[in-house]
């Protein structure tokens, strides 16, 4: 069976950090391939400072095309929102009846793991937890734990940051290319 770790998000855009993750799971052997799941809208964050599906889903593309075992998804784009991970999840079964799944959540995500719809359901599958902020692993079990660098970007600094060599640091190449071309930051 191959083992399916799915990454969900806004990816608004998608950055390093996004992808060290990834690579990550990938190198500690947790998955034989990493789907990224793009999120339309998260239940839990404001829509109002999204980009466009299209242009998000354009540079996830782009992001991990040179990483063969890290593949865009897109099957919220097709879901009703809000995007519900349960319903979500629901869906992938149904269709990779032949793969395993393990979520891979944020320390922080994961402190509020109870809150989300249908959280007994999502809980059945195994989690890989990585750092984020000040929130130690340690108040995770010990198998959950992904043992990954604390990577500091935001996806918030990158919309709001001028700095051209900071952006250079923060995005992908192809990334960073697709951002000046479609002119979707100010001043970048």
């Known amino acids: 069976m191959k083992r399916i770790a ?12 996004h992808i060290g993750i990834g ?13 990224y799941v793009l999120s339309p809208q998260n239940p839990h ?6 980009l466009s599906e299209h242009h998000r889903w354009n540079m996830l593309q782009l992001a991990l095309d040179p990483h063969s075992k890290m593949i865009p998804n897109d099957i919220e784009l097709r879901l009703p929102t809000p995007s519900y ?14 793969s395993t799944f393990v979520l891979v959540v944020g320390a922080d995500s994961a402190m509020h793991l109870d809150t989300w719809q249908n959280a007994t ?3 059945q599958f195994p989690l890989l937890i990585y750092p984020r902020n000040d929130i130690s692993l340690d108040a995770f079990p010990k198998e959950q734990r992904l043992h990954a ?5 935001s996806a918030t600094a ?4 001028k700095d051209n060599a900071t952006l250079k640091v923060w995005l992908p190449e192809l990334v960073l290319h697709y951002v000046k071309q479609h002119k979707l930051f100010t001043d970048t």
């Open 6 to 17: 799915l990454f969900f998000g806004s990816f608004n855009p998608v950055h390093n950090g």
């Open 85 to 98: 991970t349960a319903v979500t999840l629901q869906k992938l079964v149904e269709k990779h009846s032949n």
């Open 149 to 153: 660098p604390l990577f500091d970007i």
């Open 158 to 161: 990158i919309r709001n940051t």
């Open 23 to 35: 690579l990550e799971v990938l190198k500690q052997q947790k998955a034989d391939e990493v789907h």
């Open 121 to 123: 359901y999502i809980k």
């Open 45 to 50: 964050k404001p829509a109002t400072e999204l």
